[in-house]
Each structure stands twice: as structure tokens, then as C-alpha cells.
């Protein structure tokens, strides 16, 4: 019987190079989602940036107000306001009263300053549901300005707030809620089936799927606002309405911007709606108060015109409301050009199932 005998191998065996934190990192976290996370933070000081930009320090900027004159002294008026630094308010001579209050009632002024010319006592209207932010800065202008002169100012608030609407605010919330719902819609759809859908018939039905969900979040919205809450006088049909065409340019532009883009197109629906959108639409402050930039942007981002339109609505009579309502349609219309131009460009060459 053989006796084994274990004899040492001469192989070398190398010494195992311990694991660097680089290494465990590196493993824990993969590149692209370390892209994401910095993505991510860049997003979160722009928001922090435009929400302080615009909110810090709100100065009024021409607030047009009608002025109401004796003939002879009228233009001498709207000299002196008009020259006032930094240019608060833009003044146009009224010809009477009662016209310059149809003015403000329609939403074409924010304010009528009528002066006494047989006494010291003069008169501002002034339209809070158009936004205290600017019937408080009109306030502070015109008693400063009187008091200089050594006359005075009663206020009178032609359009008061609602009592369920005590800031004015309940419209620009309603806007919020909406874009939110459209754009986490899309989001909801590009993560369940990927940010660009498959086939261009997907795309197609993806962007049908933002119509039922938009005529949902309008009816909602109407619902909560209206008889749940009481925070609107009436207007449940157009505030529905303005709903169902904020809802759908959240959506559709979504859904274009991720079809380009892919998951970076969120990122881009959240500069455009959140980080742009929310500071600019005049919510707690009217553009008229905000600094250029975001003044400028307002009216032509869908949560600025849907904002302005709900205000229109419920305390101007819906005076005024063809603008907005045209800059939520070519959102829209633009949402859905560039989906299917996307789309199609994307599927160029690719033969498209029958089964979508």
C-alpha cells in the first residue's frame, strides 16, 4: 500500500490587493446614477435660486391705473405718477368715473385714483381679486404720494376677495395641483413603459391617455374648489375647463420631452413648470411686483396663463380671457407636434406592430 505524501506547491500565489473606498464607492454607486444624483442637486439650486430671485424683494412695476381729472390738471397728474422712480405705475387719463371703474372691473386697470378738485380728500380703486400684491402696492403709493401733497386717500376695493379665498390664492393652488397631476401623469406612464414608447402607435396612445386623465383633474379640481371648499363664486364649467387645458400642456409637454430626452426630459418638465413656472404665474405675487425676468416669462408659461385665466374668470366676468386660454393651446399643440415629430423620428425605418 502507496503512502501519499502532500508535498507544498511552488506555484506563487499573489497577495490579495485590499479594497480601496474608491473601489467600495464605486460598486455601491453607479456612474450614471451618480450623473443623476448631480442632476438632481443642479435642479435643486435652481429652484432655490429662482423661487428667491423672484420672491426676495418684490417691487411695483407700471401698474397701469386710470386716472380720473379735472381736464385742465389731468395731464399734469399722470405726469407726476408716471415720473415717479422706478416706474411703480403706468397712467392713462380716464374721461370719467364710471368708465375708469369699468375699466377696473374688467380687469383692463388695477386701480382708478379720482381726484377731488373741491377738496383735499382724493379716492383710489383698487381690484384685490386681481391680487393683493398689487392693490397693497398701489395702496402704499398712492398715500405716500397724497400725503406729500398734503392730501389724503380713501381706498375703496371694487373686486374684493371671496370670503373662501381669502388671499386670492385658491386659482394659483388650483394651477399647481394641476401641472403637478399632468407631469407626474406622463412621468407615471414613461416609467411603466419607458420614457420613449416602443412603437409610434405607443406614442399615439400614450398621448390619448393624457385626454380622459386631463378631463378627470379639470372636473376635480372644480369639485374641490367649488362646492367642497366654497373657494370660488360660481364658474364651476370654465374653471373645469382651464383644468383640462393646464392638465394636458403639463402632460403633453411631458411626454414630448422624455421621447427626445428620455429620463433627463422629467428634468426638464421640472425647470419648466416648477423651477419657471410656479414663481412667474403670480400666485402670492402678481407680475407686475416681480423682478423682469420672471415678469417676462409670466404670461406665456402655461401655470402664469392658467393662473390669470382662473382669476378672470371668477372675478373679471372672463374679460381678457382669449390670451391665456391661446398660450394653453399652443403648449398643447406644441406638446403633441413634438411627441408624434419625435416619435416618428425615433421609429424612422422600423416596421410598427399591429399590437400596440
Known amino acids: 500500500m502507496s503512502r501519499m505524501v502532500n508535498t507544498p506547491s511552488n506555484k506563487h500565489v499573489a497577495p490579495e490587493v485590499p479594497e480601496t473606498?474608491?473601489?467600495?464607492?464605486?460598486?455601491?454607486?453607479a456612474p450614471r446614477t451618480l450623473a443623476l444624483g448631480v442632476g438632481v442637486l443642479l435642479l435643486?439650486?435652481?429652484?432655490?435660486?429662482?423661487?428667491l430671485g423672484a420672491f426676495h424683494s418684490p417691487t411695483p412695476h407700471q401698474i397701469p391705473v386710470a386716472v380720473v381729472a379735472p381736464a385742465q390738471v389731468a395731464g399734469q397728474v399722470v405726469g407726476q405718477f408716471d415720473g415717479l422712480a422706478g416706474d411703480p405705475v403706468a397712467a392713462s387719463v380716464a374721461t370719467d368715473e364710471n368708465s375708469a371703474r369699468a375699466a377696473l372691473l374688467a380687469g383692463e386697470v388695477s386701480g382708478v385714483y379720482i381726484l377731488n378738485p373741491a377738496g383735499t380728500e382724493?379716492?383710489?380703486?383698487?381690484?384685490?381679486?386681481g391680487g393683493t400684491a398689487v392693490s397693497g402696492a398701489l395702496e402704499q403709493i398712492f398715500t405716500k404720494v397724497t400725503a406729500a401733497q398734503q392730501r389724503t386717500v380713501a381706498v375703496e376695493d371694487a373686486v374684493p376677495l371671496f370670503s373662501g379665498d381669502a388671499r386670492g390664492l385658491s386659482g394659483f393652488y388650483l394651477v399647481v395641483g394641476w401641472v403637478v397631476g399632468g407631469y407626474l401623469f406622463a412621468s407615471m406612464l414613461g416609467i411603466a413603459k419607458g420614457s420613449r414608447p416602443a412603437t409610434f402607435r405607443r406614442s399615439l396612445w400614450r398621448l390619448g391617455a393624457t385626454v380622459p386623465y386631463a378631463l378627470a383633474s379639470g372636473?376635480?379640481?372644480?369639485v374641490v374648489a367649488e362646492p367642497l371648499l366654497g373657494a370660488m363664486n360660481g364658474h364651476f364649467w370654465s374653471i373645469a375647463g382651464i383644468g383640462t387645458l393646464v392638465t394636458l400642456s403639463a402632460a403633453t409637454v411631458t411626454i414630448a420631452l422624455q421621447i427626445l430626452f428620455g429620463v433627463i426630459g422629467i428634468g426638464l418638465t421640472v425647470v419648466i413648470f416648477v423651477i419657471l413656472g410656479n414663481p412667474s404665474a403670480g400666485g402670492a405675487y402678481q407680475p407686475s411686483?416681480?423682478?423682469?425676468?420672471w415678469r417676462a416669462i409670466s404670461g406665456v408659461l402655461p401655470n402664469g396663463a392658467g393662473t390669470d385665466a382662473i382669476r378672470r374668470i371668477v372675478y373679471?366676468?372672463?374679460?381678457?380671457?382669449?390670451?391665456?386660454?391661446?398660450?394653453?393651446?399652443?403648449?398643447i399643440v406644441g406638446g403633441v407636434a413634438v411627441s408624434l415629430i419625435g416619435a416618428a423620428m425615433v421609429h424612422r425605418g422600423s416596421r410598427d406592430p399591429v399590437a400596440a
Open 316 to 331: 373679471f366676468d372672463g374679460h381678457g380671457l382669449t390670451h391665456p386660454i391661446v398660450v394653453l393651446v399652443c403648449w
Open 122 to 129: 382724493d379716492r383710489l380703486l383698487v381690484a384685490s381679486g
Open 219 to 222: 372636473f376635480g379640481g372644480a
Open 44 to 51: 435643486q439650486f435652481a429652484f432655490i435660486l429662482s423661487y
Open 289 to 293: 411686483v416681480l423682478p423682469p425676468f
Open 21 to 29: 473606498w474608491q473601489d467600495r464607492f464605486r460598486d455601491a454607486v
